[in-house]
């Protein structure tokens, strides 16, 4: 019996109550779609309309359905049991674990929900790349347990890269987890309607990143202003004080491209507007920050405190978060003018009025006044009870089967607003994301981190896996977020460190809460470039010059970024796939083609290990000495230098 039949470019198998749909969705890409419910869910869900595919052929009269779109094949037996070929040489990409049920169904109480489950086989020597941000410092996630649950540090996007050439995205916001064993790759989802997943190939890693971005959108180009310095702390409580700052940096000649004003700016959460007792006249602080060439960029955060004006028209309207049982509380926060603690809920991002609703607060408080750039800021976002996600419910579903949508729902509120005003340079800088941020103008950075050597460590392999997640706008607070003294010599070496690494990453942004704190408010100690001592701030200047002579460089790899979905910031594997050590390396990058940077992340350490990918030669792009690639190097590191070499004599203006 031949339980195939086609519909279209795709194929169909049904048997046993499950249907499987497998069918191209633009160039070198297949979806695959199975469920037991009576229809496929066509929800977009990461993706966005395919383009149209070439070179498809499919054949169902054999023992198997063969699907071919262009360099990938799909192989499905009568049983179901599916397979990934590569379509020149008949390699096996990926290809389910040939059990009696292959994919996995258990019905929620009845329901029409699912804990689903797709089974892969696992391969040796296999490598696995992506999977967004995570906090364990390893590249590599071949062996890894990886949550599905977006948190503060720990950003999920579902898409991975593999050694044996081909991307896998799994097309489902519901919270679960992906198992890269060494007996079984697992993919589960806790409450789910069907499985769907995206399996690609291009050629290469880079050919797989730019059939992601076909797949879930390209990032727009990268604004001008974004590609230089931004300047932030916990937090600028003034007017005054954003004004003096600025003015300092002016007075010093520093370059200087944004400044951010975090939060408790506002009278309450949920008003989404300048507190005017301590910013008396808004538009007139972001004129003059502009008639110095600086953007202000905002802090928004999605929650709503009953004190606020907009809770009772969101409340009325259903645009708040609601739960599904208990209290409507959502958060706990010491709000601008609360006495103790309070309860916030959160507006509810997946609603598309809410949405429109929130821009609407932004537009007339923010927008009008000048404001092109919004922090949004808790945006995983942060629950109470933490992260209790089927005690949620929102517009597209509960938490459990929908909640990892949230953050890139309220990247596309704000994308989508700026874009009606007529803006078409858009950046946010955001906490969290999913599968397709990148198309929203989302910057995201790394979160609420510690300030230590070992932190910043972790963070070189965090951004090079959100890079490998499509996600090309990365960066991670300079310094860190918490833990920090300004006047320990110990952290005044790590700021320079850490600031010799942010000069190497997409965004370069200072950022954190440092101690000794101020007496009264909210704040931390200074932030400035000046503030670490003369010594750090002496190499802290020609670094912020370092980066304003590469910017026409970082724009032209911002603009292969937006066209071909390859991220400034990479693995070194990505452009030298050929050499098996440049696969291991996690503690040293390219930053497009022609730079390899090498943080050193070792408190007193003045040498560190560098290997130089085989393919190629490479200069010291202090001294000039020259190396052949393949090999492992002793650099010098004092502590005014970041261990930087240039590929096949390049001539970037690295020195003044």
């Not at 070179?55 to 169902?60: L, R």
């Not at 929650?303 to 958060?331: D, H, I, S």
Request: charged share 25%; with cysteine; proline share 6%.
């Amino acid at each position: 019996m031949n339980r195939f039949h086609t519909d279209g470019e795709a194929v169909v198998w049904s048997r046993g109550g499950q249907t499987l749909r497998i069918e191209p969705w633009g160039a070198d890409c297949l979806r695959v779609r199975c469920t037991e419910l009576p229809e496929i869910d066509d929800r977009l869900m990461a993706l966005i309309e395919p383009q149209e595919a070439a070179d498809v052929t499919i054949d169902t009269s054999g023992e198997e359905a063969v699907l071919v779109n262009g360099r990938i094949t799909a192989r499905v037996s009568q049983t179901g049991w599916t397979r990934f070929h590569n379509t020149a040489t008949g390699e096996v990409l990926l290809e389910e674990e040939p059990t009696l049920r292959v994919r996995h169904f258990r019905s929620l109480a009845g329901g029409d929900r699912y804990r689903i489950e797709a089974r892969f086989r696992a391969y040796d020597g296999e490598r696995i790349y992506g999977m967004g941000q995570h906090t364990d410092g390893r590249l590599d996630r071949k062996g890894c347990v990886v949550d599905l649950e977006q948190q503060n540090t720990n950003v999920t996007i579902p898409f991975c890269v593999s050694s044996r050439g081909y991307g896998f995205l799994w097309n489902n916001p519901s919270q679960g987890r992906a198992e890269f064993g060494f007996t079984r790759t697992r993919w589960t989802s806790t409450c789910a309607r069907q499985i769907d997943y995206i399996v690609m190939t291009g050629g290469d890693t880079a050919g797989i990143l730019a059939r992601y971005a076909d797949c879930t959108g390209h990032a727009p180009m990268l604004p001008k202003f974004a590609g230089g310095f931004w300047q932030s702390k916990l937090r600028y409580s003034s007017q005054e004080e954003v004004l003096r700052i600025a003015r300092e940096y002016r007075r010093r000649k520093l370059p200087l491209s944004v400044l951010v004003i975090d939060y408790f700016h506002w009278p309450v959460m949920g008003s989404w507007d300048f507190d005017p007792k301590c910013f008396p006249d808004p538009e007139a602080m972001i004129r003059e920050l502009k008639d110095m060439g600086i953007e202000t960029a905002v802090s928004i955060w999605p929650t709503v405190n009953p004190q606020a004006p907009a809770w009772n028209e969101m409340q009325e309207r259903n645009l708040l978060v609601r739960t599904e049982r208990g209290e409507a509380v959502q958060k706990r926060i010491t709000d601008t003018y609360v006495n103790g603690q309070t309860y916030v809920m959160y507006y509810d991002a997946t609603h598309p009025e809410a949405r429109a609703c929130i821009w609407e607060k932004a537009r007339q408080n923010y927008y009008r006044r000048g404001v092109r750039v919004f922090w949004l800021d808790s945006n995983e976002p942060e629950w109470y009870p933490h992260y209790d996600h089927d005690h949620l419910r929102y517009y597209e579903g509960n938490g459990a089967e929908v909640g990892n949508l949230y953050p890139m729902r309220h990247e596309q509120a704000f994308w989508e607003g700026l874009r009606a005003e007529g803006e078409t340079e858009i950046v946010t800088l955001c906490r969290g994301a999913w599968a397709g941020s990148q198309r929203y103008g989302a910057s995201i950075w790394s979160g609420d981190i510690a300030s230590t050597f070992e932190s910043m460590r972790i963070q070189i392999a965090a951004g090079l896996n959100m890079a490998m997640s499509g996600i090309v706008w990365w960066n991670s607070d300079i310094g860190g977020f918490h833990g920090a003294n300004i006047n320990d010599p110990t952290f005044q070496e790590l700021i320079v460190r850490w600031f010799q690494f942010g000069c190497f990453c997409p965004i370069m942004r200072l950022h954190g809460v440092r101690a000794p704190k101020p007496p009264g408010g909210k704040g931390g100690a200074d932030n400035e470039v000046w503030s670490f001592g003369e010594k750090a701030y002496a190499i802290l200047r020609d670094y912020l010059f370092l980066r304003e002579r590469l910017r026409p460089y970082i724009m032209e790899q911002m603009r292969r970024a937006h066209e071909h979905g390859l991220p400034p910031m990479r693995p070194l594997f990505v452009d030298f796939p050929d050499d098996p050590v440049a696969w291991e390396i996690a503690d040293a990058y390219l930053f497009g083609p022609d730079i390899l940077a090498a943080p050193v992340c070792e408190n007193g350490a003045r040498k560190r290990r560098v290997y130089l990918p085989a393919g190629a030669t490479w200069k010291d792009a202090w001294t000039g000495k020259r190396y052949d690639g393949g090999k492992w190097i002793e650099a010098d590191a004092p502590l005014e230098r970041l261990p930087l070499f240039l590929k096949n004599d390049a001539a970037l203006p690295v020195k003044a």
